[in-house]
């Protein structure tokens, strides 16, 4: 799970091309949208993309996102859920 | 009682369009929008007002009679559109002729399998046009707001008939963006209304000589996903006719997270261009009734 988080952290901050913003700097708990980490509906489909490319998860709709991108726990979570699912 | 009476007045007036399309088809409709759009535009401020920032920059040479036979012809044209929307829904005999100018690239891009991303805009017979995509191959997405208690119904609502699209609510949360993008990513076609901004990012594009705010989210989602970019515009050609055309097709890039707004302006100003060019061939056929330059 640590490692997941970690992998997503990097994905987020290089794929998302964020500036000033390294992979510690960011709260496994901290919403990723809006007032936490400041993303917004754009990087939301860059997202969707990026978990898909490096998970094969796909994200289906906004009441599975709402719950994934909650967090990068959340995140997380749902991969793994996603993947035992499979 | 103001917005109640013009409530039941609008549809008083809708149902007497009804009677007329019943007993005289669709001549005997827009026999009756003549007069009634002549007598609207003669006594309502309202029309000219609301027609104003296009025509002034559509026929800037445009004063006095010509300026009143501009908004005359917009919103008589306007009025055909929903005439043929509730004829086409209550016979369901008839139909539209209509040919899809540009069908070949479109169906080539379609097979690519990278998704595509449809941009069309509130001008001709849009969205009778686009009920008839129906034959590419994959299913289509439409990324619109869906307010089925209107009074002018859609017309896949008045035919009685499922719609050749599936619907994706733009009022959902992020916009509908997350199922458009899973969506494009299963290869499918997503439609969107490129040119009216509501809320969310926006990047800016030049249209008839002055900036205008056009929503981003088309662009990021064909960047993002990879898929192609089609713009397709409707026109009313005739009686019984119509035109879609395939204005341009084109693959946008984000590049750098500070180079966005840039690239996605890029693609903004490619489906501007092309909307220039459509209301330079269909100066009337342009249904945004509001200042476009300030949405």
Redesign the interface.
């Known amino acids: 799970m640590e490692e997941l988080k970690q992998q997503l952290k990097e994905i987020i901050v290089r794929d998302l091309k964020l500036q000033d913003v390294k992979p510690a700097d960011i709260n496994d708990d901290a919403p990723l949208f809006e007032e936490g980490m400041g993303l917004d509906s754009l990087d939301a489909v860059e997202m969707v993309v990026l978990i898909q490319k490096h998970f094969g998860v796909q994200i289906e709709d906004m009441d599975e996102g709402k719950e994934a991108f909650r967090s990068i726990n959340a995140l997380a979570q749902f991969i793994m859920q996603r993947r035992a699912g499979k | 009682m103001g917005r109640i009476f013009w409530r039941k007045l609008e549809g008083f007036g809708h149902a007497i369009f009804y009677v007329c399309l019943f007993i005289g088809g669709q001549t005997g409709a827009y026999l009756l929008l003549g007069p009634v759009v002549f007598f609207y535009v003669l006594v309502s401020r309202r029309s000219h007002r609301l027609t104003k920032a296009y025509r002034q920059r559509r026929f800037p040479e445009h004063r006095g009679v010509n300026a009143w036979l501009d908004t005359f012809r917009i919103v008589y044209s306007f009025g055909q559109i929903l005439v043929d929307r509730a004829w086409l829904g209550i016979r369901k005999e008839v139909g539209l002729e209509g040919e899809l100018v540009g069908r070949d690239r479109l169906l080539r891009t379609v097979a690519e399998g990278k998704g595509l991303v449809l941009l069309t805009a509130h001008v001709g017979n849009w969205q009778t046009a686009l009920s008839h995509i129906c034959d590419l191959a994959v299913p289509v997405n439409s990324l619109m707001h869906y307010d089925q208690a209107a009074v002018a119904k859609h017309y896949f609502d008045l035919r009685g008939e499922q719609t050749p699209f599936r619907i994706i609510n733009t009022e959902?949360?992020?916009?509908?963006?997350?199922?458009?993008?899973?969506a494009l990513?299963r290869g499918e076609v997503v439609t969107v209304m490129a040119d009216r901004y509501i809320k969310?990012?926006f990047v800016t594009a030049d249209f008839i000589g002055s900036p205008v705010r056009l929503p981003?989210?088309a662009y990021?989602?064909a960047a993002?996903?990879g898929a192609p970019l089609a713009v397709l515009l409707a026109a009313k050609t005739g009686r019984t006719r119509y035109s879609l055309t395939v204005w341009d097709i084109f693959t946008p890039v984000?590049g750098?997270?500070?180079e966005?707004q840039k690239n996605l302006a890029v693609g903004a100003a490619r489906f501007a261009g092309a909307l220039n060019e459509y209301v330079r061939q269909y100066p009337y056929q342009w249904y945004n009734f509001f200042d476009f330059w300030r949405q």
């Open positions: 959902g949360l992020m916009g509908g963006l997350v199922e458009a993008t899973a990513m969310g990012p981003a989210a990021s989602l993002a996903t984000i750098d997270r500070q966005r």
